[in-house]
T-cell receptor
Framework: TQLLEQSPQFLSIQEGENLTVYCNSS?????LQWYRQEPGEGPVLLVT?????EVKKLKRLTFQFGDARKDSSLHITAAQPGDTGLYLC??????????FGSGTKLNVKP | NAGVMQNPRHLVRRRGQEARLRCSPM?????VYWYRQLPEEGLKFMVY????????ESGMPKERFSAEFPKEGPSILRIQQVVRGDSAAYFC??????????????FGDGTRLSIL
């Protein structure tokens, strides 16, 4: 069983569209991170959210941490082909390790 | 480039052989984490090490798998008597402290292990 469930698993959209990716759990996390991973490479950290209800913006990406710190969302505005990749959420739990979600594979078509 | 270095990038082994995966953390980082990733899936935690100590190996199979992070040299993930199910990408990450709530992990580009 996954501690963190991500949805959708796959997403294929046209350039310019908006999208939201969700990361849900029944557990409370002290912090949560979002990563992007491209084929053949390691994950690259996008953002860390720590406080319940926190919202962080990174250019066209908006990250939100749920009030209860059990869920998070990533919203991309006006998606571009360069946004294509595997988006992973990871929750910091049980002192010293992160649990990763199963990922959302995003394909943005030009 | 002072990033996390993993080698080899690709490793092919036959069933029953041993696989050794190496990870050199970023300069100044003394905490190393190993993860395993199957295609189209997220990363599964395997083991967390500091220099000369295994802190948490709860994600690592009890048999055939071992990890070390010696005082000098890279961290090694060793898989003995490999089986087809060991085929995966193995990622190493490092951080300056063990407080991952505040300090980000920096990932290497992984070792892709293929078992024939």
């Amino acid at each position: 069983t996954q501690l963190l469930e991500q949805s959708p698993q796959f997403l294929s959209i046209q350039e310019g569209e908006n999208l939201t990716v969700y990361c849900n759990s029944s557990s409370v996390f002290s912090s949560l991170q979002w990563y992007r991973q491209e084929p053949g490479e390691g994950p690259v950290l996008l953002v860390t959210v720590v406080t319940g209800g926190e919202v962080k913006k990174l250019k066209r990406l908006t990250f939100q941490f749920g009030d209860a710190r059990k869920d998070s969302s990533l919203h991309i505005t006006a998606a571009q082909p360069g946004d294509t990749g595997l988006y992973l959420c990871a929750g910091f739990y049980n002192f010293n390790k992160f649990y990763f979600g199963s990922g959302t594979k995003l394909n943005v078509k030009p | 480039n002072a990033g996390v270095m993993q080698n080899p990038r690709h490793l092919v082994r036959r069933r029953g052989q041993e696989a050794r995966l190496r990870c050199s953390p970023m300069k100044g980082h003394s905490h190393v984490y190993w993860y395993r990733q199957l295609p189209e899936e997220g990363l599964k935690f395997m083991v967390y090490l500091q220099k000369e100590n295994i802190i948490d190996e709860s994600g690592m199979p009890k048999e055939r798998f071992s990890a070390e992070f010696p005082k000098e040299g890279p961290s090694i993930l060793r898989i003995q008597q490999v089986v087809r199910g060991d085929s995966a990408a193995y990622f190493c990450a490092s951080s300056p402290t063990g407080n991952l709530g505040d300090q980000p992990q920096h990932f290497g580009d992984g070792t892709r292990l293929s078992i024939l």
